[in-house]
């Protein structure tokens, strides 16, 4: 059989005989302002990300992030503070409608409310208009979420005492000793180790691993007090006192 009489070709259905490029239809309501997702925009997204992540890796390789002291669970006095973009949040619980008994409005309630007002946003208007002011419920819903986060950031961080947050985490040197001596354990159960820490490191109150106050100066303190350490805080006996006392003289750091 000849080619062209009684037979044809049939090509593979999976390819088109005429290739079209790549271009969107043309909607009505932005005419010429259209492209293709891929490779167009995707590829501007992907080059953009590229130049924020090399931006970041030189920032954080240029000012690495500071560390602070070993976490300590038995110190009750270290008030720990989030990330700046969680600011907003830490500072709504600050608030006596949003703490206390009422921590679930804060902590669950309102930011809940808040980001499904921003989710639900798109289909509470779903009209063409792109410019903000022909578009009042988004818009509204948008603006009020921003300046709520600045105003509470801004709140947080002009109300925070930086300088003692730096002295709570600053790394401290921590003393060597035994943890089974006999004055170890009365340092323990005088719950010293609420402001002077589990290594002696220091916390609310002083270190106590680099003092150079002798073992007589500290049963002083220890009975009268100074600065911030009221008199009386030590229930102990006079010999238990001599024994704290001797057993921090001579601890080395």
Same mark, same amino acid.
């Given at each position: ?10 090509g ?8 079209? +490029?790549?271009?969107? !239809?043309?909607?009505?309501?932005? @005419?010429? %302002? ?6 167009n925009? *995707? $590829? ?6 590229s ?23 038995t ?34 309630i309102?930011p809940?409310l ?7 946003? +798109?289909?509470?208007? !779903?009209?063409?208009?792109?410019? @903000?002011? %022909?578009?009042?419920l988004?818009?509204?819903?948008? *603006? $009020?979420?921003l ?37 170890y ?6 719950s010293?180790?609420?402001?002077h820490?589990?290594a002696?490191?220091?916390g609310i ?21 100074v600065?911030?350490m009221?008199?009386?805080?030590? %229930?102990g ?6 024994e *704290?006392a ?8």
């Open positions: 059989m000849h080619r062209g009489k009684g037979m044809k070709f049939v593979d259905s999976r390819v088109p005989v005429n290739r079209k +490029p790549n271009i969107p !239809k043309d909607y009505s309501e932005y @005419p010429g %302002k259209t492209e293709a997702f891929w490779p925009f *995707l $590829l501007k997204e992907w080059l953009v990300g130049v924020f992540l090399i931006g970041y890796l030189i920032l954080t390789v240029a000012h690495p992030s500071p560390l602070e002291r070993q976490a300590d669970p110190d009750t006095g270290y008030i720990p503070l989030p990330d700046w973009y969680f600011l907003f949040l830490y500072q709504l619980l600050k608030y006596e409608f949003a703490s206390g008994p009422y921590n679930v409005i804060g902590a669950i309102i809940g808040a980001f499904g007002a921003l989710l639900l946003a +798109p289909f509470l208007d !779903k009209g063409p208009e792109r410019r @903000p002011f %022909k578009r009042p988004p818009t509204a819903f948008m *603006l $009020l979420a300046a709520s986060m600045i105003f509470l950031t801004w709140e947080s961080v002009v109300n925070h005492d930086w300088e003692a947050a730096k002295a709570q985490g600053e790394i401290r040197e921590e003393a060597q000793f035994d943890t089974e001596a006999e004055g354990k009365i340092y323990s159960e005088a010293c180790i609420g402001c820490g589990n002696f490191e220091g109150g002083p270190s106590l691993a680099t003092t150079d106050k002798t073992a007589e100066e500290i049963m002083e303190i220890a009975k009268n007090g600065g911030t009221p008199a009386g805080t030590f %229930k006996t006079d010999e238990e006192l001599k *704290l001797t057993f921090i003289d001579e601890l080395t750091p």
